[in-house]
């Protein structure tokens, strides 16, 4: 049987979920209703602000904090708010945002609040060098702070070159495109280190590589089934790094594991099989000494795309690591 909606009054999607001060806070998207038309660029995802929850137990009521940031209190951005994600760090917390700017193209904010709930301050400009969508951040044990991020199609990662000048791009790439053909490389998802103060990149972003494990070679453009596609997330399980991500069009949350925050992984297998809906979008935290999922689907709005709501289930770990639900 599918878990029930944990939020029932709004629609959430996307959800990024950390343990602060003994609560799982919760940072979604949020999902409205729109007239746009479904399509593979998504533009029906019209989010325009940001809401963050609390649970004091798993099994708990959800509370709301109510909107803690729009796009009507960020200089750069034109439209379309979506999958945030949070940190802590020197008792500050980071709200990492994606959203178009000025000219349609992706980039990553971060605003800061003295509170898990929020409100966020937002920077007055994206963080420079950054691009594409979905970012999700990783405090590691040592104090180090890491940002991963990107996604193929309406998320712009196709659209972005490396050259002498930095990244350039490219608009004529724009939409549901991707590399292909026969011994295509898969595009990577990319990481970059954060500044101290986490509110910038130490150096450029580099690509994160994922590998085959019958190969031991990066898994190929046309293997829609386990090629990176969006929704990266990183954690650490017994000294053992595991990023997950979303193959969006074959619907699956799979994930990898390595030795270093920069990789590279090699892929493991999947978390979850489709759910109702497009594609879905996670995060995986520790609570209370028990590993759970969050995800999101369709259900509550009968199978409407754009209408998402977060849902949760344990996740277990084997003698070697891998991961199933519970």
Excluded at 277 to 286: E, K, Q
């Amino acid at each position: 049987m599918s878990p029930k909606p944990l939020i029932t009054h709004l629609y959430t999607a996307d959800p990024s979920a950390h343990t602060f001060n003994n609560k799982v806070y919760i940072y979604p998207s949020h999902d409205r209703e729109t007239d746009i038309a479904f399509n593979d660029n998504g533009d029906q995802y019209d989010m325009t602000d940001y809401h963050v929850f609390s649970m004091d137990s798993i099994d708990g009521p959800v509370t709301d904090h109510g909107i803690v940031l729009s796009a009507k209190d960020v200089p750069w951005v034109s439209k379309q708010m979506w999958a945030p994600d949070a940190a802590c760090k020197n008792g500050k917390y980071y709200l990492y945002f994606p959203a178009r700017d000025k000219e349609g193209i992706f980039r990553i904010g971060v605003a800061v609040s003295e509170k898990p709930e929020g409100p966020f301050t937002p920077e007055e400009d994206f963080i420079p060098g950054s691009y594409s969508i979905d970012p999700a951040s990783f405090v590691d044990e040592d104090g180090k702070a890491y940002l991963y991020f990107g996604g193929i199609w309406g998320g712009q990662l196709q659209c972005w070159t490396e050259s002498e000048n930095g990244h350039i791009f490219d608009a004529s790439k724009s939409g549901p495109q991707e590399p292909s053909g026969d011994g295509v490389v898969a595009l990577s998802p990319r990481v970059a280190q954060l500044s101290d103060d986490m509110l910038t990149f130490v150096e450029p972003p580099c690509n994160l590589k994922i590998l085959a494990p019958e190969t031991g070679e990066p898994i190929l453009a046309d293997d829609h089934e386990r090629r990176f596609f969006e929704a990266a997330w990183m954690h650490r399980f017994n000294g053992t790094y595991y990023f997950s991500y979303s193959t969006g069009d074959s619907h699956y949350l799979v994930y990898a594991t390595g030795n270093s925050p920069f990789g590279p992984f090699t892929y493991q297998g999947r978390i979850l099989e489709p759910v109702l809906g497009w594609t879905t979008h996670h995060s995986i935290v520790d609570f209370q000494g028990r590993w759970y999922l969050f995800y999101h689907d369709c259900e509550l709005s009968g199978g409407v795309d754009h209408l998402r709501s977060v849902k949760v289930r344990e996740i277990l770990y084997d003698d070697e690591g891998r991961i199933s639900l519970a």
